[in-house]
């Protein structure tokens, strides 16, 4: 039975859990997580995790921020006077939207905090700084 390597696509099931035991995602109800193993579609403490299993093998693996969704940033928390937002927009704590960058691309940000003149929006991802458990198990390789 061969191993997973570099150039494979996989198929796998998965649970992931922060350090609190709390389950953040998981593929349970839903088909195999599919991707290219060296092709930078997950996080490299995952794809690394799946290197070397075979069909039908599980590990559960801790992986540091680092190699997760890497360090908090404070400089992509940033405050904007409500005075500067379109007039009907309505920001809702935990709301998720796209704001347009200099270069063209679009950064997708959350709201975290709303006074009566500003709102803060933070463009980092919702797991970075966190360290991540997940429970891997290899279904398919191809």
């Known amino acids: 039975m061969s191993e ?32 290219e193993i060296g092709s930078q579609q997950v996080i490299p403490g995952f794809e690394n995790a799946v290197l070397g299993l075979k069909t039908g093998e599980s ?17 992509m928390v940033l405050k904007i006077e409500k005075e500067k937002l379109p007039p009907d927009f309505n920001p809702e704590l935990g709301q998720q939207f796209q704001l347009p960058q200099q270069n063209g691309q679009n950064v997708v940000v959350t709201v975290t905090g709303i006074t009566d ?11 970075a700084g966190k360290d991540l458990t997940f429970d891997i198990q290899l279904v398919e390789i191809s």
């Open 117 to 127: 003149t500003q709102i803060e929006l933070d463009a980092n991802h919702p797991l």
């Open 4 to 35: 997973a390597k570099k150039g494979d696509k996989v198929k796998v099931h998965y649970t992931g859990r922060l350090n609190d035991g709390s389950e953040f995602d998981s593929s349970k109800d839903r088909d195999p997580l599919e991707f």
């Open 59 to 75: 590990v559960t693996v801790n992986i540091p921020s680092d190699d997760a969704y890497g360090p908090r940033v404070d400089e």
